[in-house]
C-alpha cells in the first residue's frame, strides 16, 4: 500500500517532465508566448526543481519525510492549477516554478520513504525496481496523456489533471504513509543550502540556455564559471563543516559515486534521445503529438518490465555486470538509431527502442538501490536527494549536449543553401532556428520550391539527428566501460544468495541460540 501510494505521486513529477511538449504549440497560440517565454515555462520548473533537491532531501531527514512528501504534494497541486488557469505567459512561467518546488520535495521523499519502509535489502531492490519502472513510465507516457487531454479538453488540463491525484496523495499519505526522520540530525546547514541551491541552479540555467545560445555566449560561459566557482565554495564549505548539508564522505564510497555516475549518464542518454526523436517523429514522419506519444511508448513498456527484473539479475549475478549491460544496450540502440536516413520508418527504429528501453530498466534500478544501499537509512533523504540531483542533471545536459549536436549540423547544412538566396533576414533566421520554422516557411511558399526546402530541411534535421545520437552512443559506451571498472560487484559483505541458519545450525549454537545478522 505504502509502495502503490509514493509510486503514483512519483508518477506525477514524471509525467510532468514530458507532458508538457505537447501543449507548447497551443501555448504559443493561446496566450501569444514568445520563444524566450516559451523556453522558461520549461526551464523554470527543471531549474527549481533540480536546485531544491539536496536541500529538502535533507529538510525530509530533519524534520520527518512523510510531512515534506505531503507539504510537496500540496504546493505541486497549487501550482497546477495557477498553471492551468495562467492568463498570461509571464504567470505560467511563475506556476512552473512553483510545481518545481514541490516536484523537489516529493521526488526524495519518496525514494527515503521507500528505504526506510522496505529495511530488508533483497524487498528494497525489489521495490526500487518498481518505482524506476515508474519514473520510466511517466517519462514515456507524458506525450500520450497530453496528446489525449488536448484532443478532448483546453491546454490547462495537462496541468489541472495534477490537482486531484496529488490532493488523493496527500490523503492516503496520511492514513498509510509512515513518517521517518534522522533522530540524530545535526543543526541546519543554512550556508550550504544556500550555495547548492545557487551553484545548481545556475549551473542547470547555463546547461538548458547554451543550445539557444551556443556553449560560447559570454552569458553561457559566465554562468558556467560562476556555479563552477559556487559549487567549489560548497564543497570546501562542507568539508569543512561539522554539520553539512551534504555529507561528502559519500563519495569516497565507489559504490556510491559510480552509481550515482551512473544514474546521470543514464538519463543523459535517455533523455537526449527523447528530446532528438520525439522531433523527428512529428517533422519527419509527419505523427501528431498523440501518435507520436503512442510511438515512443514501447520504450516505457519494456523499462517497466526490466526495471524489477534488474534487481533479481543483480542479486544473482551482482549489480556490475547488470548495470553495464544496460548502459551497454543503450549504447548501442543509439548508435544503430544514429544510421536513421530520411528515408527510414518508425519500423526501423521500433527495436531499438525496445533494445534502449531494456538497458534503461537494467541500469536504473541497480544503480539507485546501490546509492541507498552505500548511506546510513537515517541520511536516506541525503542520498535520495543526490541520486534525483544527478537524474536531472544528466538528463538536461543529454538535452543540450544532444540538442546542440543537432543545431550545428542542421545550421552547417542549411547555411550554404540559403547562401544565395534573396530573403528578409527574419525568415532566414527562422529557418536556420529549427526545421519546424523552415517546414512552416516551405509550406507557405508552396511549389516546387517549397517541396525543395523543406527536403533539404529535413536531410539537414535527420543528418544533425544522426550527430547528436552518435554523440550519445560514445558517451554512455565510454561511462558503461567506467562503470564497469569502478563499480562494486556486490556491497561489502554481501552474500550471492540469502543464507538461511537453520535451529541446527553450528554458527546458531555458538552465538546461543541468536541468529547473526548479516550487513
Known amino acids: 500500500m505504502v509502495l502503490s501510494v509514493l509510486c503514483v505521486t512519483l508518477l506525477l513529477i514524471s509525467l510532468d517532465t514530458t507532458v508538457l511538449n505537447v501543449a507548447m504549440p497551443t501555448i504559443v497560440r493561446r ?4 520563444s524566450s517565454q516559451l523556453q522558461w515555462t520549461v526551464d523554470a520548473y527543471a531549474v527549481v526543481f533540480a536546485g531544491l533537491l539536496l536541500v529538502l532531501g535533507s529538510l525530509g531527514d530533519r524534520i520527518g519525510r512523510k510531512w515534506v512528501l505531503m507539504a510537496g504534494l500540496i504546493v505541486f497541486a497549487a501550482g497546477s492549477a495557477g498553471s492551468a488557469f495562467s492568463g498570461t505567459p509571464d504567470h505560467l512561467v511563475i506556476a512552473r516554478a512553483c510545481m518545481g518546488v514541490g516536484a523537489a520535495g516529493i521526488m526524495p521523499s519518496t525514494l527515503s520513504i521507500l528505504s526506510n519502509v522496505f529495511t530488508e535489502e533483497r524487498d528494497r531492490a525489489r521495490a526500487i525496481g518498481i518505482w524506476s519502472g515508474t519514473t520510466g513510465l511517466g517519462v514515456a507516457a507524458g506525450p500520450i496523456v497530453g496528446g489525449w487531454l488536448l484532443a478532448h479538453y483546453w491546454w490547462g488540463s495537462v496541468f489541472l489533471v495534477n490537482v486531484p491525484i496529488a ?9 498509510l504513509v509512515p513518517n521517518s526522520r534522522n533522530v540524530a540530525a545535526k543543526r541546519p546547514d543554512p550556508v550550504g543550502a544556500l550555495l547548492s541551491v545557487a551553484g545548481l541552479g545556475t549551473l542547470l540555467w547555463a546547461i538548458i540556455e547554451a ?7 559570454p552569458l553561457v560561459l559566465g554562468a558556467l564559471g560562476g556555479a563552477v566557482v559556487m559549487l567549489g565554495v560548497f564543497v570546501r564549505w562542507e568539508l569543512r563543516c561539522d554539520h553539512p548539508m551534504l555529507p561528502l564522505a559519500f ?15 543514464v538519463m543523459f542518454g535517455l533523455l537526449g534521445m ?6 523527428w517523429l512529428q517533422f519527419s514522419l509527419h505523427y501528431s503529438p498523440l501518435e507520436t506519444g503512442v510511438r515512443v511508448g514501447p520504450i516505457a513498456l519494456v523499462l517497466l518490465v526490466a526495471a524489477p527484473v534488474s534487481t533479481v539479475l543483480a542479486r544473482i549475478v551482482g549489480t556490475k555486470p547488470v548495470v553495464f549491460s544496460g548502459m551497454a544496450l543503450i549504447a548501442v540502440g543509439l548508435g544503430l538509431l544514429s544510421r536513421t536516413t530520411v528515408h527510414g520508418t518508425y519500423v526501423d527504429a521500433l527495436p531499438l527502442f525496445a533494445i534502449i528501453g531494456l538497458g534503461t530498466g537494467l541500469a536504473l534500478a541497480p544503480s539507485i538501490e546501490s546509492v541507498l544501499g552505500s ?25 543540450a549536449v544532444l540538442g546542440t549536436a543537432l543545431n550545428s549540423r542542421y545550421q552547417a547544412r542549411m547555411t550554404p543553401v540559403l547562401a544565395h538566396q534573396h530573403i528578409p533576414k527574419a525568415i532566414h533566421d527562422l529557418i536556420l532556428g529549427s526545421v519546424g520554422g523552415a517546414l512552416a516557411v516551405a509550406q507557405r511558399v508552396g511549389g516546387p520550391l517549397g517541396a525543395e526546402l523543406a527536403d533539404v530541411a529535413r536531410r539537414s534535421f535527420v543528418s544533425g539527428m544522426d550527430l547528436g545520437l552518435t554523440v550519445g552512443s560514445v558517451v554512455v559506451g565510454v561511462a558503461a566501460f567506467v562503470v564497469l571498472a569502478l563499480l562494486p560487484n556486490r556491497a561489502q559483505g554481501q552474500p550471492t544468495e540469502p543464507r538461511r541458519v537453520t535451529p541446527r545450525s553450528p554458527v546458531r549454537r555458538a552465538t546461543g541460540g541468536k541468529t547473526p545478522t548479516v550487513h
Do not use: C, K, M
Request: hydrophobic residues 55%; proline residues 3%; positive net charge.
Open 31 to 34: 496566450l501569444r508566448a514568445t
Open 167 to 175: 490532493l488523493v496523495g496527500v490523503i492516503a499519505a496520511v492514513f
Open 211 to 217: 543550445p539557444n545560445r551556443t556553449w560560447t555566449s
Open 251 to 265: 563519495f569516497r564510497s565507489r559504490r556510491f559515486s559510480a552509481a550515482i555516475a551512473a544514474l546521470g549518464l
Open 274 to 279: 527523447f528530446f532528438l526523436l520525439t522531433q
Open 375 to 399: 548511506v546510513p537509512r537515517d541520511e536516506a533523504g541525503v542520498g535520495s536527494a543526490a541520486s534525483d540531483t544527478a537524474l536531472q542533471l544528466g538528463g538536461a545536459l543529454g538535452v
